[in-house]
T-cell receptor
Framework: NAGVMQNPRHLVRRRGQEARLRCSPMKGHSHVYWYRQLPEEGLKFMVYLQKENIIDESGMPKERFSAEFPKEGPSILRIQQVVRGDSAAYFC??????????????FGDGTRLSIL | QQQVKQSPQSLIVQKGGISIINCAYENTAFDYFPWYQQFPGKGPALLIAIRPDVSEKKEGRFTISFNKSAKQFSLHIMDSQPGDSATYFCAASKAGGFKTIFGAGTRLFVKA
């Protein structure tokens, strides 16, 4: 009974390195969302993707951050040249094909990114 | 206009008591209001959700009350238990928009 799978669960990077976070949605789900959560705060929307398409990236920082959801394989959130302020928990969620109606989003357990 | 304001920030309730968490929104285009429960080290899990065409929805000990005219909704946890201790997030989204806006969260602690 695989839910949303995220890896790695914990990632440590030095300033200036690249971080790659992976997300495999639930079986049958074609919508993927990425959120960032700072300590003691709520989740902030970053990007919404469908297979091979970015639908809404209004929450993504303009520089260093990118996301993809290829035809095959997991969705990837990439952070280039990481800085200390990138330290956070990054959550991925998925939902089934929804048309015009809302479908609940199912979350993974997140990747905790720490920047040294 | 995209914000969802949640209160209180933290809440302590005696076992068996009622926990009440409130949220308010501004964007009248929102039409789906889920509540999520998050335990430390875990992702948020959908608890219960409501659409604005109903004023109340109950699932077990959890009830959402919705006031469309006031643009407010709340979560009531009846007979609160220590196992309910977690962080609760209200959220809102609009049909076709897919982006979900989360409140800042409420840390609930239920004393045994």
């Amino acid at each position: 009974n695989a839910g949303v799978m995220q890896n790695p669960r914990h990632l440590v990077r030095r300033r200036g390195q690249e971080a790659r976070l992976r997300c495999s949605p639930m079986k049958g789900h074609s919508h993927v969302y990425w959120y960032r959560q700072l300590p003691e705060e709520g989740l902030k929307f970053m990007v919404y993707l469908q297979k091979e398409n970015i639908i809404d990236e209004s929450g993504m920082p303009k520089e260093r951050f990118s996301a993809e959801f290829p035809k095959e394989g997991p969705s990837i959130l990439r952070i280039q040249q990481v800085v200390r302020g990138d330290s956070a928990a990054y959550f991925c969620a998925s939902s089934p094909l929804s048309g015009n109606s809302n479908q609940p989003q199912h979350f993974g357990d997140g990747t905790r990114l720490s920047i040294l | 206009q995209q914000q969802v304001k949640q209160s209180p920030q933290s809440l302590i309730v005696q076992k068996g008591g009622i926990s009440i968490i409130n949220c308010a929104y501004e964007n009248t285009a929102f039409d789906y209001f889920p509540w999520y429960q998050q335990f430390p080290g875990k992702g948020p899990a959908l608890l219960i959700a409501i659409r604005p065409d109903v004023s109340e929805k109950k699932e077990g000990r959890f009830t959402i009350s919705f006031n469309k005219s006031a643009k407010q909704f709340s979560l009531h946890i009846m007979d609160s238990q220590p196992g309910d201790s977690a962080t609760y997030f209200c959220a809102a989204s609009k049909a076709g928009g897919f982006k979900t806006i989360f409140g800042a969260g409420t840390r609930l602690f239920v004393k045994a």
